[in-house]
């Protein structure tokens, strides 16, 4: 039966649970929230003590807050109690409601447990539902919803009147408990956005920093770099180039985008261009300028995507070699070419010769079988001219012969790529000789012209190297003016010469020796000093299963046979 004062009592314990409550939801963070917690039992529900324990991500209790005892809070404030011994303390006692209650006679066993606590020594109690300084109450906060996530442990400790609460003090505890949960998981909520909105703001300031970082990175890089569009109809077509590349290209950025590397690479580049792959590609190629010319650049390609999920972009970086691949031609030049005259030496002949020959003879049908290839070759030497080999030396020579290109002419002068690389014969033209002699059959191959210059020595010995160095510069220069432009002049040393010309006849060639002799003749002024030569000519023919030492020897012994053949009379000099 309740007493006449105890609904007073109850409406103002209502009222400050209704203030403890409000101020739950008034605390800025989880840490206040649970300090806010702790000082809500003992300022509204009448206890002397109160501690709240919260569960921590690897499931055991952690001492959170504390209230009413200075000392106990220092004691043991942030001290950790595991998870099985919290599941065995709320497994024993009684249970009021989702609160556990233990007794002092059944709490002693406690007493010595790694679970933090705090307890006072008093006197044994004097009635019934007197609280003793050992007995234990704990209400459980849990998350809302069906789960019942626990969120952590509210243990009290003394209460103000001294007697076990009742059932309107438990409903009381319980209530709070459970308001207590809801506001530590806003609490967390809260602090989860704000953790997740400073490390957003965080990422966002570092991507922007990274954003920046990048475009002075591509615009005031020293070398080109530009950005391309990779995939679709629009696939290589240039979005952003820096100034770099402007400047080398002369180029502006607004035309630039309007091309692709593709338009830009020189005609003999595109397949190493298009082999180039888009992930770590590189390729050395020539890109055109604004005013025609092309310029020799290193790519190198990455992929770089805008978002995780977005468009992937081709970033290109492009760096002027033009210096580089110069000297690298110089140096290859002066690898194959004569250092005096500027002519392919030696070696160089030796790979062009290579490059026309196989190892296979040529089968007797041949010559019908590659008779358009004879055919379309319209600028060779006209048969027509009736001199032969032996014409006399004062023959004009600036008469009748006028050197005409190849209709498919190649850097190494021939139009058909290297011995070896085409693989198969199949892929080869073969070279013939005519089999005439003298007599011009109508086969077309390709003539080897021995060239060995008449009275040098002599020269040499009379006025010293540096006129000799001016003959054979200018032997050199009149040779090559007397050639086609694909035709092959070379100096093998000393005095000696060889000139390779594809697609003449018998005929042809011995009109072309004469030319060229007669071409030599003419005196040389050195120092203003008169001094002439003269030259004999041996003309051989590479044929198919020959080898490039046979056919230089079968020329030279010609070549001999024809200066021993003539009188000393007709080898000029000095």
């Avoid at 950790?80 to 011994?85: A, F, K, Q, T």
């Avoid at 002049?489 to 003449?504: C, K, N, S, T, Y």
Wanted: hydrophobic share 35%.
């Amino acid at each position: 039966m309740e007493t006449e004062s105890e609904p007073y009592v109850r409406l103002s314990t209502l009222r400050q649970l209704h203030q403890v409550v409000a101020d739950l939801n008034t605390a800025r963070s989880l840490a206040d929230t649970l300090q806010t917690v702790a000082d809500g039992v003992v300022a509204g529900l009448n206890y002397e003590l109160a501690c709240v324990n919260l569960v921590r991500p690897d499931g055991d209790l952690v001492v959170a807050a504390f209230a009413g005892s200075s000392a106990a809070e220092a004691l043991i404030t942030g001290r950790v109690g595991p998870r099985e011994s919290w599941e065995r303390r709320l497994a024993m006692g009684v249970a009021w409601g989702d609160l556990r209650f233990i007794p002092h006679t059944e709490g002693w066993v406690l007493m010595e447990d790694d679970v933090p606590q705090w307890h006072t020594d008093g006197p044994a109690p004097r009635f019934e539902d007197e609280w003793h300084p050992h007995d234990r109450l704990y209400a459980p906060m849990y998350a809302s919803g069906s789960g019942r996530e626990l969120l952590g442990v509210i243990s009290v400790d003394r209460p103000r009147n001294g007697r076990h609460p009742g059932p309107w003090g438990q409903e009381a505890l319980q209530m709070y408990a459970s308001q207590s949960g809801i506001a530590i998981s806003n609490a967390r909520l809260r602090s989860n956005m704000q953790r997740a909105l400073v490390r957003l703001e965080r990422e966002q300031q570092a991507l922007r920093a990274s954003e920046e970082s990048f475009r002075q990175a591509f615009e005031y890089a020293p070398s080109g770099m530009a950005i391309a569009e990779m995939g679709g109809d629009q696939h290589g077509r240039l979005l952003r180039t820096n100034d770099a590349l402007c400047r080398l290209l002369g180029r502006p950025a607004s035309a630039m985008r309007r091309y692709s590397f593709a338009d830009l690479v020189h005609p003999e580049d595109i397949g190493t261009l298009l082999r180039t792959s888009a992930e770590g590609g590189r390729a050395e190629l020539r890109l055109g300028r604004r005013d025609g010319t092309y310029v020799w650049v290193s790519l190198r390609n990455s992929v770089v995507a805008d978002t995780a999920d977005g468009p992937r972009f081709l970033l290109t970086h492009v760096e002027d070699i033009e210096e580089r691949k110069r000297h690298e031609l110089q140096l290859a030049h002066r690898a194959s070419h004569d250092a005096l005259t500027g002519l392919p030496n030696s070696a160089e002949l030796r790979s062009r010769l290579s490059a026309r020959i196989c190892e296979r003879p040529s089968a007797p049908g041949d010559e019908a079988v590659y008779g358009a290839y004879d055919s379309a070759r319209d600028g060779g030497y006209a048969a027509g001219h009736e001199a032969s080999y032996d014409t006399a030396y004062d023959t004009s020579y600036d008469s009748g012969y006028e050197p005409q290109p190849y209709e498919h002419e190649h850097e190494h002068g021939f139009g058909f790529e290297p011995a070896g690389v085409a693989g198969p014969y199949d892929h080869h033209v073969h070279a013939v000789a005519p089999t005439g002699g003298e007599v011009d059959d109508g086969t077309k191959g390709l003539a080897v012209l021995f060239c060995d210059l008449d009275g040098f020595k002599s020269i040499n010995d009379r006025f010293g190297h540096h006129t000799g160095d001016a003959v054979l510069i200018e032997v050199a220069r009149r040779l090559t003016t007397g050639v086609r432009d694909g035709d092959t002049v070379a100096r093998l040393g000393g005095d000696e010469f060889v000139v390779l010309a594809d697609g003449l006849g018998a005929a042809d060639a011995a009109d072309l020796a004469v030319r060229l002799r007669n071409a030599i003749i003419p005196p040389i002024r050195v120092d203003g000093r008169a001094v002439r030569v003269g030259a004999s000519f041996g003309i051989g023919w590479a044929e198919c299963g020959m080898t490039v030492e046979e056919v230089l020897n079968s020329a030279d012994q010609r070549m001999y046979v024809e200066k021993r053949s003539r009188a000393k009379v007709h080898r000029r000099a000095g």
